[in-house]
């Protein structure tokens, strides 16, 4: 233990001095006959290597994360951190992997469990491990005294350096025991000035990047709705840039600084905890949302945590959100590593909310196929007794006054004018005035004898039992299997209230947390594998659900019901931190907007959805000739730049956020042949001119050609020039006005 008196070092001293004070006695105390590299395991992947070690107390101990380190470098061996005074234990404040709430413990744990005895003490140590691969390892950890054994998942992807962790605890004792918290993961990073990003919201209001400095304590960011919800969302990120190195508050760079972000794969209730402790080292714990949670595991039983991915950019945020864009292409999408570009869409929603039926949909559908729409989706109101949102959900039958000869003649329609047909589907939800629930009221979450709480006159049902789950996927699977239907829009429009399941003994209740996702993923998978060209967009109620558990599943998503194109210029920024456009449908839809009572452009609002992947919603009973021709030409030119919108890297040239009156982003194809820029006015003021694009990522040696998709350059503005020019002297657009846009590619000359 440390005297008081010594207890004195400044918080950017203490660090290196409790570091130097270890390496003096590690020389000193030969504590171990075992080659020190038996005991320190590395992963090296992209530009990123992650490294942790036993220390001598058996404790698997974070060692480091960071920039590539050479292939010969040696780290010490891992040795614990002293005690602080006699308040924190050296169990406290020695980063670990994965602790168990045990020993003292005050920072987060990752497991805390209850024997049956009463006990609820767990201290973790190191068992073995078991290399798979250069990228791949497992350890396993086991209770100092009881047979609870965890094994811990590391993979690191190549290419990117992103690593995939995870959990998997088994209760090998003679008695049940509770899980109280299990987190997927825990990561550690030494003391320093961070800032941390990450991403909250609302219906209606999703994807609001929020970005504070970290200080002591813990920021916790959650959900407890039994999904993944819109009030906030499983990524977080941690800059240190420049700034550390002067006063004043650290900010988080775009393009430059050391970032360490993470996504949690999970679309249950999910916590991350971003705690600066004791000794100003910064953990983050991710994975299931210890609130009400409590999963019963019996003898011989095992719990699987979700994955939690964590990488790490020396490129600012940029740079982590474009390692992020390559990982979820190439890994976590069903289509990966080559998923398709997204077909543009037509919705009816918002033309014809529930009032859908066959002839209707034809109209719609002959006009949507004249501007070069690929697929047409059907939204709410066509199947039971859907005239409003009171009714019909659960009774997945076509209507037949809306559609007397049921889907198939306006499949075949929407075919012959050369699109392929989509349908909406909320499947997890019941209405109490449907024949699912009248003869099924025990299917719903509920605690038996308490009020239901009804949201959009709807109820949950409980996915966790089988035979609901076993109901569910039969239904849609004869759906699929009755009518060619490529693509399902598989809504979710409430989070849970009563999350009751009185069917199953007391002890095993709470398992519901886990269960009800495990069954949505497999009704998922298995109606991909039936339906092998089947495509899904995961919706809830808008971002409701979006995260990367529910992508290994889903093609796209939903970012919000809002589709107001200027508020989607910023939600679609925040968006773009922890998701690749690839998956972020944008619908264009009428002006003036629902929501805000703002009229822009037709341009304007294609160009905005453009940015991801493009879809039209509007009502186009009401276009004018020069609409359809406006929408024909930009769909067409969307089509030829697709690949590089959707694929290529993201470099957010001009932020729309904090007021911004000007925004501008610009991807860049992975073999640098081709760059896309969009560039939007809020207001001008004051006859002030575009600022000046610096573009970024092109060769710059290669010459590159400009083709205007939408707008100009100021007079004189080159036709072709070196990516050394569009780089370093940059573009000036000849843009100005309230709510414009401007669009251009550059194509590399050969
Ligand atoms: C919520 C979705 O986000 C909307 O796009 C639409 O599908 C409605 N549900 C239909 O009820």
């Known amino acids: 233990m440390f005297g008081v008196d010594e207890m004195r070092p400044s918080a950017a001293m203490r660090f290196p001095f409790i570091f130097t004070l270890f390496a003096l006695l590690t020389l000193l105390a030969v504590r171990s006959t075992l080659a020190q590299d038996a005991r320190i395991f590395r992963l090296d992947g992209g530009n990123s290597t992650y490294a942790f070690g036993v220390n001598e107390r058996g404790e698997l101990q974070t060692l480091y994360w960071g920039g590539r380190l050479g292939p010969n470098d040696r780290f010490p061996p891992a040795q614990s951190y002293p005690e602080w005074a006699s308040f924190d234990s050296s169990y406290s404040t020695t980063p670990q992997e994965y602790v168990g709430w045990g020993a003292g413990l005050f920072t987060e744990p990752a497991l805390k469990v209850s024997f049956a005895d009463g006990n609820r003490d767990l201290v973790l140590h190191f068992v073995r491990i078991t290399v798979n691969s250069q990228q791949s390892q497992e350890v396993l950890l086991k209770d100092v005294f009881r047979e609870i054994y965890v094994t811990l998942r590391y993979s690191v992807d190549p290419e990117t350096g992103i690593l995939a962790r995870s959990a998997i605890i088994e209760n090998h004792e003679k008695l049940p025991v509770v899980i109280e918290q299990a987190a997927a993961a825990q990561w550690t990073l030494p003391p320093a000035r961070y800032t941390l990003s990450y991403l909250t919201g609302r219906w209606a209001g999703e994807w609001t990047l929020n970005q504070e400095p970290i200080h002591a304590g813990a920021r916790v960011i959650e959900s407890r709705r039994g999904s993944t919800g819109h009030q906030a969302n499983p990524w977080f990120a941690i800059s240190r840039d420049d700034s550390q190195e002067r006063a004043g508050p650290a900010i988080a760079g775009e393009e430059h600084g050391e970032v360490w972000f993470g996504a949690l794969a999970w679309s249950g209730s999910w916590r991350i905890t971003v705690e600066q402790d004791q000794l100003d080292s910064v953990r983050v714990t991710g994975g299931f949302n210890p609130f009400d949670f409590g999963y019963e595991l019996e003898p011989g039983e095992r719990l699987e945590t979700p994955v939690f991915y964590g990488g790490y950019s020396d490129h600012g945020l940029g740079g982590a959100s474009r390692l992020l ?9 069903p289509q990966a590593p080559e998923p398709k570009p997204r077909p543009v869409i037509y919705n009816s929603w918002e033309a014809t909310e529930f009032r859908v039926d066959e002839p209707g949909q034809v109209a719609l559908a002959e006009k949507a196929a004249s501007i070069g729409v690929d697929r047409f989706v059907m939204d709410d109101g066509w199947f039971g ?45 019941v209405n109490p005035d449907s024949d699912l629930y009248r003869k099924h009221p025990d299917w719903v979450l509920s605690f038996p004898g308490r009020p239901r709480t009804e949201q959009r006159n709807q109820l949950v049902l409980n996915l966790a039992r089988s035979d609901v789950r076993d109901y569910i996927e039969g239904v849609l699977d004869r759906l699929l299997t009755e009518n060619d239907i490529a693509f399902l829009k598989w809504d979710y429009n409430r989070n849970w209230s009563e999350p009751g399941w009185d069917q199953v003994p007391v002890a095993e209740q709470r398992r519901v947390y886990v269960e009800f996702v495990h069954n949505l993923y497999s009704i998922l998978a298995d109606l ?26 889903t093609d796209e998503v939903w970012p919000s019901d809002n589709t107001d194109p200027f508020d989607r210029l910023s939600m679609q920024d ?28 037709l341009t304007y609002r294609m160009l905005s959805s453009m940015q991801g992947s493009l879809g039209i919603g509007a009502n186009l009973n009401h276009w004018t000739s020069e609409d359809f021709a406006t929408a024909k030409r930009l769909i067409a030119a969307y089509h030829s730049v697709q690949p590089t919108i959707v694929r290529g890297d993201l470099y957010r040239l001009l932020s729309p956020l904090d007021g911004s009156e000007v925004s501008a982003t610009e991807t860049v194809s992975r073999d640098k042949g081709q760059a896309v820029v969009f560039a939007f006015t809020h207001s001008t003021q004051e ?22 998709i939408e707008g100009k350059g100021i007079p004189g503005t080159a036709a072709s020039a070196s990516g050394a020019w569009w780089m370093r002297h940059g573009i000036q657009l000849d843009l100005h006005g309230d709510f414009q846009g401007a669009a251009f590619r550059l194509d590399r000359q050969h």
Request: net charge neutral.
């Open 325 to 333: 864009h390559r990982f979820e292409l190439a890994h976590v999408l």
């Open 385 to 429: 007794q859907r005239k409003t949102d009171n009714a019909g959900l659960g009774d997945w039958y076509v209507n037949p006054e809306k559609f007397p000869n049921g889907l198939k003649p306006l499949i075949e329609k929407v075919h012959a004018l050369g699109m392929d047909f989509g349908l909406w589907v909320e499947p997890e939800m």
């Open 528 to 553: 991909r594998k039936k339906h092998p060209a089947l495509e899904i967009e995961s919706c809830s109620g808008g971002g409701g659900r979006v995260d990367l558990g529910i992508l290994h599943y």
């Open 574 to 601: 925040g968006f773009s931190y922890a998701y690749t456009p690839q998956i972020m449908m944008a619908w264009v839809t009428d002006s003036p907007h629902w929501l805000n009572g703002r009229s822009t452009s």
């Open 687 to 708: 006859g002030r001119g575009f600022p000046l694009l610096q573009l970024q990522g092109l060769d710059p040696a290669a010459e590159y050609k400009i083709g205007w």
